[in-house]
């Protein structure tokens, strides 16, 4: 059987605006404004490197409307040059770029750039070495607001070795993302699709895992520090192995990268430690992005002696951080941490998180046996599957539990401070 591969992107946001990161000094927003135009000029380049017969667009190409002309042309120069190279590509439009809103400098589309439209399910061939595939079923957005169940619209039958649906839509409910053409995952089970090219979810995310396969790639380029646009972000890869779908991977585009970090201070002594250990930490970040600028958020967390220094020299230590230079740029510290806490002082007091330290003191002074004894008896009133672990449990790791149930215990007593 013939095995033959496509790419599969999906929310460009190509020229997307980035707001709020202008305290990053001058050279970060003309970096990011960039970054979603030069995104797609990887995926082209990835897309041929990866000698792939088609690349498949699930909606939200532009940003909005306006579809700025930066973003026309640079979109439409990328696809001519995919179809010269004979790589076959299929859009629809989501609800950033519906088809009845906004105005096109693009009079036609290079000639193997199929672009399905809003009035129903239309139909295209992929074709390798001369025969048809798969076939890919797609449909726009007339309008933003589309809230009809559009997954429902693709048909029950196949008629090629592959079908492929092409949609923009909320499958499965996401909450953190607006319900437009929501549907559920029997929707998509129900449609006699083998590969569902899904867009509008931001995070990364495989829905099924086989057949039929539903991924969502996530945003080509991540714009903000939000859960759903930070990590590694691009495309997926798809092999397909005659009639079914034989793989899938994901393939890293994003130029500009958003992380988010903790770091315990605990068994840190004072600034010096902690603007190292933040160093540290964003060598790693920087090392992981393989030569990518980053933008990094992180937050303090844990007990100990530089809480008290954070309180009035917080903006010093960013500015500082920022000043190092290189591909990492320091956005935001967010402070989470706490006094550490004095036991012996705790002691003294005769409180009730004093009697819980001595009772504390008490089990860490039995012998395994007997810890292991107490553990078992405290076990039995509660639910089957606590008791079925404790059997396995040895004495070394109910110690470590032991401790780690005093650390909080005591976190919780003294109020976090």
């Known amino acids: 059987m013939t095995r033959w591969r496509f790419v599969h992107a999906a929310d460009l946001h190509l020229d997307t605006p980035f707001t709020g990161l202008a305290r990053l000094g001058s050279e970060v927003p003309g970096l990011l404004r960039d970054a979603s135009l030069r995104a797609w000029d990887n995926l082209v380049e990835e897309t041929l490197r990866q000698d792939a017969h088609a690349l498949l667009l699930a909606g939200d190409i532009y940003d909005g409307p306006e579809r700025g002309l930066r973003a026309q ?3 439409r120069d990328g696809l001519q040059r995919l179809s010269e190279h004979g790589v076959q590509v299929f859009l629809v439009r989501g609800n950033h770029d519906p088809v009845g809103e906004g105005w096109s400098a693009i009079g036609a589309w290079p000639e193997r750039v199929t672009e399905f439209g809003a009035e129903r399910v239309e139909s295209a061939p992929i074709v390798v070495d001369g025969r048809e595939a798969a076939r890919v079923h797609g449909i726009s957005y007339a309008r933003r607001d ?4 559009l997954a429902r619209l693709f048909p029950g039958e196949r008629g090629a070795p592959v079908t492929i649906g092409l949609l923009h839509a909320n499958a499965g409910g996401n909450p953190e993302h607006a319900a437009y053409a929501p549907c559920s995952l029997d929707d998509l089970r129900g449609a006699a699709i083998d590969y569902w090219a899904l867009g509008h979810i931001h995070a990364r995310e495989t829905l099924i895992a086989e057949r039929p396969c539903a991924v969502y790639p996530g945003v080509l380029q991540g714009r903000s520090p939000k859960a759903s646009e930070t990590g590694p972000k ?22 500009v990268r958003f992380e988010t970090r903790e770091l315990d201070v605990a068994g840190i002594a004072d600034l010096a430690g902690l603007r190292d250990a933040l160093a540290d930490l964003a060598e790693g970040v920087a090392a992981e992005a393989e030569g990518r600028t980053v933008i990094v958020r992180a937050t303090l967390t844990g007990r100990g002696a ?7 020299s917080l903006n010093g230590l960013l500015d500082e951080l920022r000043e190092q230079g290189g591909r990492v740029w320091w956005d935001k510290l967010t402070v989470a941490t706490a006094a550490p806490i004095d036991r012996e002082a705790i002691r003294r007091r005769g409180d009730f998180a004093a009697d819980f330290l001595a009772e504390a003191d008490n089990v860490r002074e039995m012998d395994d046996d007997a810890l292991l004894a107490e553990l078992r008896a405290w076990a039995e009133p509660r639910d089957r599957r606590t008791r079925e672990l404790l059997p396995a449990l040895d004495a070394e790791t109910a110690r470590a539990i032991l401790d780690d149930a005093e650390a909080e215990a005591l976190d919780r007593l003294e109020g976090g401070e």
């Open 234 to 255: 691009g495309a997926t890869l798809v092999e397909v192995d005659g009639d079914r779908i034989a793989e899938t991977r994901f393939l890293p585009l994003d130029v």
């Open 306 to 312: 530089v809480h008290a220094e954070l309180r009035h």
């Open 73 to 75: 042309l640079r979109l």
């Open 146 to 149: 589309t809230r009809d169940n």
